[in-house]
């Protein structure tokens, strides 16, 4: 008797862990570019929500160029976008939006939600970071102590309320007091891409760059080192981190392939057989699935592996530039 019990008990774990683990969904900033012709209607791009097999909705307003997406920790409905004209936000789960930037603020490249207080949102573009602290009604520069204010992405330290690390074209900056000032963390000069920091170990952090391979921080970002090995000096665009395993990483980029890593860095594996072409403009480690890697070419399609890169199955948007990939949580906001 106390054996079925037992084995009742961990089935019924089993099945309420199952079913706690799928409440992320993975939603894209996109534009349909493959045949099209200067001058004809856009096709249906901006903000996608993948709903299953290839299957993906298309969300708000028909956008050319959706950058960044990113949602509320504890209102998944308030839903905030980097696009081409400014920060487009939604209340209501993106069934309406409004612009909550002037004509000043434009190529916006990367947008961010602070989860320990989620009124402050940070926004990067061509012409640096802006800020806001009332959930976008009125937004402030801020760009002092950056050597280069282009900034492709900023990320808030999911530790530290007010703490940010931006990716810009001068290296790797950081803010101690929520973008009001800045300074160098690390890769003076270098030209940054992408930053992410690890979820189930948040001292581990992993960049992009510009002809220079990958940039890995093991010290909640204070030090950066390149990552030695076969990723050489290679130009990414885009890098991730398995929420469930820091340990593993994934970086893409143009005639690359998909670089996987299994032990943090310290060495990579470059993949291609199963895919299209070797051209890669994001790549999402699964908030759902662990291990389970998704990757966007250049006009061919999604794909999401469960082997670290080894087989790849398609998943839709053939014909698309994928520009950012997101899972959000439905009972809250962005892991």
């Known amino acids: 008797m106390l054996k079925s019990i037992n084995i009742a008990a961990c089935l019924l774990l089993l099945f309420v862990g199952t079913a706690a683990a799928q409440d992320a969904v993975l939603y894209a900033g996109l534009i349909k570019s493959k045949g099209y012709v200067v001058g004809s209607p856009l096709s249906a791009s901006g903000l996608h929500r993948y709903d299953g097999d290839t299957t993906w909705t298309h969300i708000g307003w028909n956008h050319p160029r959706i950058s960044a997406v990113a949602a509320d920790?504890?209102?998944?409905?308030?839903?905030?976008l980097a696009a081409g004209n400014g920060v487009l936000r939604s209340r209501d789960g993106g069934e309406s939006w409004v612009i909550?930037?002037?004509?000043?603020?434009?190529?916006?490249?990367?947008?961010?939600?602070?989860?320990?207080?989620?009124?402050?949102?940070?926004?990067?573009?061509a012409?640096?970071?802006?800020?806001?602290?009332?959930?976008?009604?009125?937004?402030?520069?801020?760009?002092?102590?950056?050597?280069?204010?282009?900034?492709?992405?900023?990320?808030?330290?999911?530790?530290?309320?007010?703490?940010?690390?931006?990716?810009t074209d001068g290296g790797v900056y950081v803010s101690e007091n929520g973008a009001k000032s800045w300074s160098l963390a690390g890769a003076?000069?270098?030209?940054?891409?992408?930053?992410q920091q690890g979820e189930s170990d948040p001292n581990n952090w992993l960049a992009a760059t510009r002809d220079e391979g990958v940039l890995l921080s093991s010290d909640n970002g204070k030090t950066w080192r390149f990552a030695k090995g076969n990723i050489g000096k290679t130009t990414m665009h885009a890098v991730a981190i398995d929420p469930f395993d820091a340990q593993n990483m994934a970086a893409v980029g143009w005639?690359?392939?998909?670089?996987?890593?299994?032990?943090?860095?310290?060495?990579?594996?470059?993949?291609?057989?199963?895919?299209?072409?070797?051209?890669?403009y994001e790549v999402v480690f699964d908030a759902n699935v662990p291990g389970r890697?998704?990757?966007?070419?250049?006009?061919?399609?999604?794909?999401?592996?469960?082997?670290?890169?080894?087989?790849?199955?398609?998943?839709?948007?053939?014909?698309?530039?994928?520009?950012?990939?997101?899972?959000?949580?439905q009972t809250g906001g962005t892991p």
Request: net charge negative.
């Open 73 to 80: 920790p504890t209102d998944s409905d308030v839903l905030y």
């Open 100 to 125: 909550t930037t002037d004509w000043r603020v434009t190529e916006l490249q990367g947008i961010a939600v602070d989860p320990n207080a989620p009124d402050h949102v940070y926004m990067s573009s």
């Open 127 to 167: 012409y640096g970071v802006w800020r806001t602290e009332d959930g976008g009604e009125t937004w402030t520069e801020s760009n002092e102590g950056f050597a280069e204010k282009y900034t492709q992405k900023v990320l808030v330290d999911r530790t530290q309320t007010g703490r940010l690390l931006a990716a």
């Open 188 to 195: 003076e000069g270098s030209h940054i891409n992408d930053i």
């Open 255 to 280: 005639k690359t392939g998909v670089y996987v890593s299994t032990n943090g860095g310290k060495s990579w594996k470059q993949h291609q057989k199963g895919l299209p072409i070797p051209d890669f």
């Open 293 to 329: 890697l998704w990757a966007a070419t250049l006009e061919e399609g999604i794909f999401h592996s469960d082997d670290m890169g080894h087989s790849w199955d398609y998943a839709g948007l053939y014909g698309t530039v994928v520009f950012d990939m997101v899972f959000i949580d």
